[in-house]
């Protein structure tokens, strides 16, 4: 197995975590707006996911960096950007008292955010394909896209 093919496999997996994470975060707001969930209740559960979700983010973005995938790591460095300042900030929590003022603004960034992960997993479905017929095949049928 090559290791161009671990790398789209792990790079699958984290998205997939951002992705799932940031959905459930999405579901907690919807929960909240149509009152299924209480101001404390919900803002703790999403604020144990934010941290981790930085992370993560931080890390795809690094290893697309370090892997020389220069596209991709474009790609994910503004989100990158952008969360690092609301962490410096101390802005990404969000607070019991203000959430039902930030409710809408906090739907919309989640689905922006949600769909930049769906759009960065289609790219790294297509490269988990190519890298894996490509790892299968022999070197007469190599297909290099990019």
Sequence with gaps: MSFDLIFWVLC???DLALLSSNFYQLVILSDLEADYLNPFESSSRINFLIVPEFIVHGLLCAIFLLTWHWLLFLITLPLACYSAMLFVNKRHLIDVTEVFRALSG???????K????LFLLFIIIFRLI??????LTSDEHYVDLF
Excluded: M, Q, T, V
């Excluded at 949600?114 to 992960?117: A, K, T």
């Excluded at 190519?130 to 790892?135: H, M, T, V």
């Design 130 to 135: 190519l890298s894996a017929f490509n790892s």
């Design 12 to 14: 699958f997996f984290f």
């Design 106 to 112: 906090e739907k919309k960034f989640r689905l922006i």
């Design 114 to 117: 949600l769909g930049f992960y």
